[in-house]
T-cell receptor, first 112, second 111 residues
Framework: EAGVVQSPRYKIIEKKQPVAFWCNPI?????LYWYRQNLGQGPELLIR????????DSQLPKDRFSAERLKGVDSTLKIQPAELGDSAVYLC??????????FGPGTRLTVL | QKEVEQNSGPLSVPEGAIASLNCTYS??????FFWYRQYSGKSPELIMF????GDKEDGRFTAQLNKASQYVSLLIRDSQPSDSATYLC???????????FGSGTRLSIRP
């Protein structure tokens, strides 16, 4: 069974530029999460989807971050414009009704 | 007070010994508890989950949950160098199925 796929794996941009991350979940997993992880910290939830519905986006900085999950499968997370403090690893995870989460490899974002 | 707290470590344990990792949480209504292992530069991978008070064993790993004291622990028996990693505790709170991660405990198994 294929795992969670994320792309790109690495991204370096200058501040104020836009950036987008893509996630393809494990087949059959209806729940999808986007996390941000800073060095030495645990993952911080940005948004959680149940199918195509965002059920928890309370931690998403909506002034610059946006996300979508069309047709309840793939998802995209966008930052526009990026700031220096957005440098982090962005993790996508998918899961089942039991709330176990399976993480993708992540995208390491560096904002210069 | 953080919602999920872990000692950051590093916790150094000799090979073959038992490693004990602890996690406390603030939401008394929390329902589900998870342990993830994260190697340096890699993403977290699920080791175990536990929902009920008591112990749950899976191979060399045992998760222990005490809801009255609001702590969950992970025991690793016969520790191996390959167990050296950061261990993340995650707790599903009582509202809106929000899952909160601790900052992790760095475990080092010395040969």
């Amino acid at each position: 069974e294929a795992g969670v796929v994320q792309s790109p794996r690495y991204k370096i941009i200058e501040k104020k530029q836009p950036v987008a991350f893509w996630c393809n979940p494990i087949s059959g997993h209806n729940t999808l999460y986007w996390y941000r992880q800073n060095l030495g910290q645990g993952p911080e939830l940005l948004i959680r989807y149940e199918n195509e519905e965002a059920v928890d986006d309370s931690q998403l900085p909506k002034d610059r971050f946006s996300a979508e999950r069309l047709k309840g499968v793939d998802s995209t997370l966008k930052i526009q414009p990026a700031e220096l403090g957005d440098s982090a690893v962005y993790l996508c995870a998918t899961g089942t009704v039991y709330n176990e989460q399976f993480f993708g490899p992540g995208t390491r974002l560096t904002v210069l | 007070q953080k919602e999920v707290e872990q000692n950051s470590g590093p916790l150094s344990v000799p090979e073959g010994a038992i490693a004990s990792l602890n996690c406390t949480y603030s939401d008394r209504g929390s329902q589900s508890f998870f342990w993830y292992r994260q190697y340096s530069g890699k993403s977290p991978e699920l080791i175990m989950f536990i929902y009920s008070n008591g112990d749950k064993e899976d191979g060399r790993f045992t998760a222990q949950l005490n809801k009255a004291s609001q702590y969950v622990s992970l025991l690793i028996r016969d520790s191996q160098p390959s167990d050296s990693a950061t261990y993340l505790c995650a707790v599903e709170g009582s509202s809106a199925s929000k899952i909160i991660f601790g900052s992790g405990t760095r475990l080092s198994i010395r040969p």
